[in-house]
């Protein structure tokens, strides 16, 4: 047998033999312990039947350690390895059991009767569209539709074409899988998000990130549900994205892959067909927004409009729709965004004329930090030449919504492990006003009015990203609040803006994300980035020895490699093939000090 061992720095494998007591319990994938350079380390079988070279007999295994992935993700984890500059073992790890798995529980037997829903219009909608020969399918929904019935659609559609396997179904946070096998387990279905009944082939099965590797022996269907959402990727190098992964693995077998968002980015748009609800259908699963322009508001106010602070008072007054668990929510990002100059005459935001960023004052001069142009510091509606910077802090502003609504306000910040929402003292389901970081919009799941307080803060940020996550992130805001109709009027968006004219801003408004998505593809085009091209970032102490190796065997690729701020370094592909051919022909230089970060966040 042929072994792949889970040290990260071995990229070899080893031949062992298998004693004869284990004969019938060895396959591929099964999880093993070996002697290595006199320790013991874990690994996985990767071939079997494998000849030793000439002289040479193999030592037997050490300990069997039981159930590993199935040989489809043996393939794929070596496709994954070279696509995202990692190791094989990496993602092997990821597709086991955290615990071993000596016996897999039996499988339901198939019913008598499956269960039949009552179609809904969105699950014949799947249907219909499912039945195409392209078996990658791009579905815009409103934030606020029920996406069980995507689920129920895709599972009704494998029925019809009588295809074996399991349907395999991923969210963005392991609450939401665990909810959704709770609903489709009442409906009917034999759902479940255990590694061990994965592996016996339940036929539905739901997961999150990691869930793209559940050990599925067969897969009927697969199912990506708000495939934007920044939680299917790995922050952690290799940064692979999960929905690449399923993709990847229904493409491989011929299987039906159906993927959900409200704002779909260029990178999932390309190469998929697309199908969007009827644009009234759309827009009525939007919330009613209210856009407040704060270019000519007194200074004086800070950050709290007449506006906001009339709705406020009106969601927590006595009649008020805000209780705990759907309170008023106030949205300030302290921490991620550009510093803004405003204007001190006119209240207009200094942006970019290219890319239409935040820029920034160096030297009197106006410097933009996503594309690097230059201008004169004059204010391209006014002409003045004073600027204010405008910034703040959520505790502070905390404290003075407090003093300003007479009322006990919750704070959220930080990373949304820090303060579950499952926690019986956290603010986010004790208070009954909050203001927070982006954070906040992860910790609840119903609100009663959302107000951005700065959401240019969003927009304008320096990165080619921005206006993917300020859609994804008004999105998730949209989802909290429900549908136009049927919702009190007070449960609406506010979204206070010196820039009232940004295309995100009107899509947001109209429920019509489609211009401000083909405008953001049209500037990815223009700029040369993904789709559009393949992109990689080093860093780390050793990321200039590795460029080096990169730039002189990327040339006869044209993978190009420039030297960012920092000591890092961005090399970049016309192509995800010639990229990831180049990265994995140079050899890794000695160490740690090395990250590889392909399709990176920001840039």
Not at 285 to 299: I, S
Request: with cysteine.
């Amino acid at each position: 047998m042929r072994v792949r061992t889970d040290v990260a720095a071995l990229t070899k494998t080893f031949d062992y033999s298998v004693p004869p007591r284990w004969d019938d319990a060895v396959r591929l994938g099964t999880r093993v312990r070996v002697a290595l350079h006199g320790r013991r380390v874990g690994g996985w079988v990767v071939a079997d039947h494998v000849e030793p070279p000439a002289g040479v007999t193999p030592v037997p295994l050490a300990h069997l350690s039981g159930w590993g992935p199935p040989p489809a993700l043996l393939d794929l984890a070596q496709w994954a390895a070279w696509r995202w500059a990692g190791p094989e073992s990496f993602f092997l790890r990821t597709a086991s059991p955290e615990h071993a798995v000596h016996a897999l529980p039996p499988a339901p037997t198939p019913h008598q009767a499956p269960p039949v829903w009552s179609p809904t219009p969105l699950m014949t909608l799947v249907e219909r569209e499912t039945r195409s020969e392209i078996p990658s399918v791009l579905l815009r929904l409103a934030p606020s539709v029920d996406l069980l019935d995507v689920v129920l659609g895709v599972i009704t559609a494998t029925r019809a074409r009588r295809v074996r396997g399991t349907v395999l179904v991923l969210v963005p946070s392991v609450g939401w899988a665990e909810r959704l096998t709770g609903r489709l387990v009442r409906r009917g279905c034999a759902a479940t998000h255990s590694w061990a009944e994965a592996r016996a082939g339940w036929p539905v099965v739901v997961g999150n990130r990691a869930g793209s590797w559940a050990p599925v022996p067969e897969l009927a269907a697969a199912v990506v549900l708000d495939a934007h959402d920044e939680a299917y990727r790995e922050e952690s190098a290799p940064t692979y994205s999960a929905v690449e992964v399923v993709a990847e693995r229904a493409r491989r077998c011929g299987a039906l892959c159906v993927l959900t968002s409200p704002v779909p980015p260029a990178t999932l748009r390309a190469h998929r067909r697309e199908v969007a609800l009827p644009p009234r259908s759309e827009r009525d699963g939007w919330p009613a927004v209210e856009v407040v322009d704060r270019r000519g508001a007194d200074p004086r106010t800070g950050l709290f409009s007449e506006e906001m602070v009339r709705l406020a008072l009106q969601v927590l007054g006595p009649e008020g729709t805000a209780r705990p668990g759907e309170p008023l929510v106030c949205v300030y990002n302290r921490t991620g965004g550009a510093r803004l100059s405003a204007c001190t005459r006119c209240g207009t935001v200094a942006q970019c004329e290219v890319c239409t960023a935040a820029v920034q004052v160096r030297e009197e001069r106006f410097s933009c930090p996503r594309c690097g142009s230059v201008r004169p510091a004059v204010c391209e509606r006014c002409g003045g030449l004073r600027m204010k910077t405008l910034r703040a802090g959520v505790s502070r502003l905390r404290e003075e919504l407090s003093a300003l609504l007479r009322t006990e306000v919750g704070e959220v910040s930080g990373p949304q492990r820090a303060q579950p929402d499952t926690d019986p003292v956290s603010p986010a389901r004790t208070a009954r006003a909050l203001v927070g970081t982006e954070a906040v919009l992860h910790r609840i799941r119903r609100a009663a009015a959302v107000v951005f307080l700065d959401v240019d803060l969003h927009l304008l940020a320096p990165r080619a990203s921005a206006s993917d996550e300020s859609l994804a992130m008004l999105a998730r805001a949209a989802r909290l609040l429900g549908p136009r109709q049927g919702r009190p009027p007070t449960a609406r968006m506010v979204l206070q803006t010196r820039v009232p004219d940004h295309v995100v801003v009107a899509a947001v408004a109209q429920g019509d994300p489609a211009r401000a998505l083909a405008e953001d593809e049209g500037f990815r085009r223009s700029a040369g980035l993904p789709p559009f091209s393949a992109l990689a970032l080093l860093s780390g102490p050793l990321a200039g020895e590795f460029a080096q190796g990169v730039r002189s065997r990327g040339e006869a690729r044209d993978v190009r490699v420039s030297e960012l701020a920092e000591g890092r370094y961005l090399v970049s592909a016309g192509d995800h093939p010639s990229l990831c051919d180049v990265l994995a022909d140079v050899e890794r230089p000695s160490g740690r000090g090395l990250r590889v970060e392909v399709d990176p966040a920001a840039v």
